[in-house]
């Protein structure tokens, strides 16, 4: 830079400097109340309606929004009425003031039921859907909190609670800013006064004159102003849109006011108390003007002399700066180019390298020639919206193909920069080829060992081989990317291989597969338990399948695994592709984990099986024992042939009905065949005495349940099972044996089976009598019922006797003989041992 410009720009900022401390001394904005006379409007903006007299104009309001416009013993006063007053006496018509609240008047302007509004602040938002007037003042919004609130500066309301006027200037301003306090909002001003005062909020954010106003009027002594200046809006006359007419008409009468000096006694009258500052307010404006303009001076004059020997020495280091920033892009081990248009305009030795260039040849390539086809659209489309300045992703990694046609990944750090005046990109990258084939890697390791978890999972919670073997093959195949994969299990009687499972055939005759061990590729790899491997299944099959399946299926390839645990080969998984096969080490070393967990899941099939076999007919002795037990009771004591089947089949139907089921029926059926297997500890001299027992041999009778317990409780297998030999001559009332147990508190399955022990005994022939009828056990049975039997059972039974139709509670025809019907009771012993 020469030493003229350097004086012409020197003389440029003392008279700027000049100018500045003058302008300070000028009056300024009105302090306080930020109320401003508007500017002057030239008349007749818009001719007036020439044909009607005195027309009356509706003007909408706030009836509460003092000093601008409120109702003051039911008639409109305030700054913005009187103004309109002024204005209507001035251009000759009439007005008619309809104040509400401020949503109304404004919702009334719209609808059409008012013509304009006295006044309103200005916002962007507003001005979308109504027209303005010039300005008729200023309003300055501030925050007001209480004299003992440590609240200093607006920040320190952030998070707190603050009031607002409803759906004012102030209200959309800070819901734009997203300002972070609890915002609460109410219709009228004075409230907002109050509520402050009252300590129910941390602060207000009020039109400053309005506030001011209101403390004064109100006698309120605890507030204080913060003075943050929040905004200063425009406050002016309102209009529907497109009413450019009526709106001309106010700008005129507006001018008219102004120049008559009405509108500045309407101001003096309303804002003049709240516009007067103390000197010190008056005069600092002027001391700040004549500080600043001295100080520029000294500034400037100081700069002048400096500037020359400051350029001469930036210029020295900028040249420095720039042989050492080319030195280090030219050295850097990233790529650097710069894209500007359609073509690379700059590149460093790396970034040529990477894509296989030399710089010069690099230099004015085309941007598209360079990206790999299916990431072109997604790269030139981030460059050019990064041209235009959007605010998009700066780093992102793509494909590029070098001038081989190799395929290589580039990360990239864009920004956006200017190359001789024309928008451009600035282009950090480095070759991350290496690293995203090494995540890619990763991936596939662990999608391999998710695959393996979710094969363990099915052997784990499974014992379902279809299901565990179908979840394998599904794996293989996804994983691996093979076609089709299936496998044979070695069947231990016929050493044949059988399929078991299969995945991604398009035929069924895989199905049908069995083959001696040793013949075809599945019976090779069973004998010498190593994998096999055909890489062209068109040289022959060597007995595979049917060469028209293998023809059908299209498969070109094949591998084999033999399935091998506790050095027993168990099966052989097999896999076929329909083109080329390509398995590198990762790929094997996968297949025979999988492989691993398909011998370990059908070794546990296998185990499991043989367990439950063994378990199943160690089961089939238990109850075969317990029959045995059951039928040589019934030779003992003589019992009709087949009772204590009968009994058991009836009570474990009826417990059915009765909502019992599973394991509980098993032990039901089990307790009842055994239900007088005591009787096995009563002398014969008792059991098949022929005359009526004694009270003594009545004593040791009862003892049976007891001895059923004794003789039972030392099978594990078999206690569950001792509620009906214990409790089945328990009674209902209480009065039954061995313990007197009552009502609930005998045992279900002995309550149950109580009754049908009754209707079997009674119904079938004894020795010493005749079945009786179906009616008459009915009868019987019924008349128990609350007594000896509980009437629950009692009528779940009938219910469930009349429903039969298999036989199962039919007994044999009565005699011609009638037998007493009676009550077996501890005091009728012998008919109870009869009937028991």
Known sequence: ???????????????????????????????????????????????????????????????????????????????????????????????????????????????????????????????????????????????????????????????????????????????????????????????????????????????????????????????????VDLMTRKYAVAVAEGNYKLLAKINEGLYTVHSNGELHDIQEKWFGVYQRETSWLTIHPYIYGMGTALILLVVVLFWSRSLQRRIKTRTEELRRSENQYRLLVDNATEGVIVSCGDEYVFANARAAEIFGYTVKEFIGMNIRDTLHPDDVDMVMDRYQRRLKGEDILSQYSFRIMTQTRELRWVTIHSVLIEWEGKPATLDMFMDSTESRRAEEQIQQQLKHMAALRAVDMAITASMDLPLTLRVLLEQVTAQLGVDASAVLLLEKNTRQL????????????????????????????????????????????????????????????????????????????????????????????????????????????????????????????????????????????GETEGHSHRVAALTVALAGEMGLHGEDLLHIRRGSLLHDIGKMAIPDSILKKQDNLTEMDWEIMRKHPIYSVEMLSSIDFLRPALNIPQSHHEWWDGSGYPHKLKGEGIPLPARIFAVVDVWDALIYNRRYRKGWKKEKVIQHITALSGKQFDPRVVSAFLTFIEDRSDGLADGEPESQSETPLSSPRPDDEPTQSKLN
């Open 1 to 227: 830079m020469n030493p003229t410009r350097i004086q012409k720009w020197t003389s440029i900022l003392i008279l700027a400097a000049v100018a500045a401390g003058w302008t300070a001394l000028l009056p300024g904005r009105q302090s306080i109340a930020s109320a401003q006379t508007p500017a002057p409007v030239e008349p007749s903006i818009a001719p007036t309606d020439s044909k009607a007299e005195n027309p009356v104009i509706r003007v909408g309001g706030s009836a509460s929004n003092p000093p601008y416009e409120y109702l003051e013993n039911g008639q409109p006063a305030g700054f913005a009425v009187d103004l309109v007053k002024a204005v209507a006496h001035a251009m000759d018509f009439e007005v008619q003031f309809i104040l509400t609240n401020s949503q109304q008047s404004r919702q009334d302007l719209m609808d059409g039921k008012v013509d304009m509004l006295a006044g309103m602040a200005y916002s962007t938002n507003r001005d979308a859907a109504l027209d303005f007037s010039v300005p008729i003042t200023y309003t300055t919004f501030d925050l007001y909190v209480r004299n003992d609130s440590p609240v200093r500066t607006l920040e320190d309301v952030r998070g707190k609670e603050i009031i607002v006027i409803s759906n004012s200037v102030v209200y959309e301003y800070l819901v734009a800013e997203r300002f972070t306090s609890r915002i609460s909002q109410v219709n009228d001003p004075a409230d907002a006064i109050r509520l402050l005062s009252q300590n129910n909020y941390d602060g207000a954010i009020l039109s400053r004159i309005q506030a001011e106003y209101l403390i004064r009027n109100m006698e309120v002594t605890n507030l204080r102003r913060v003075e």
């Open 498 to 637: 059988a399929y078991a499972a299969g995945q991604g055939f398009l035929t069924n005759a895989i199905r049908d597969v069995r083959l001696e061990v040793g013949r075809g590729f599945s019976g090779r790899v069973a004998v010498q338990r190593k994998w096999l491997r055909v890489d062209d299944l068109s040289k022959g099959v060597d007995g595979i399948l049917p060469p028209r399946w293998v023809k059908a299926e299209h498969f070109s390839a094949y591998i084999g695994v033999p399935l091998i645990t506790k050095g027993e080969v168990l099966g052989v998984l097999e896999i076929f592709q329909r083109s080329p096969l390509g398995a590198d080490p990762a790929w094997m070393n996968f297949l025979e984990s999988i492989a691993n967990q398909a011998a370990i899941a059908i070794d546990n099939a296998q185990l499991l099986k043989d367990l439950q076999t063994a378990n199943l007919d160690l089961t089939l002795a238990y109850d075969a024992t317990i029959e045995g037990w059951a039928r040589a009771l019934e030779l003992r004591d």
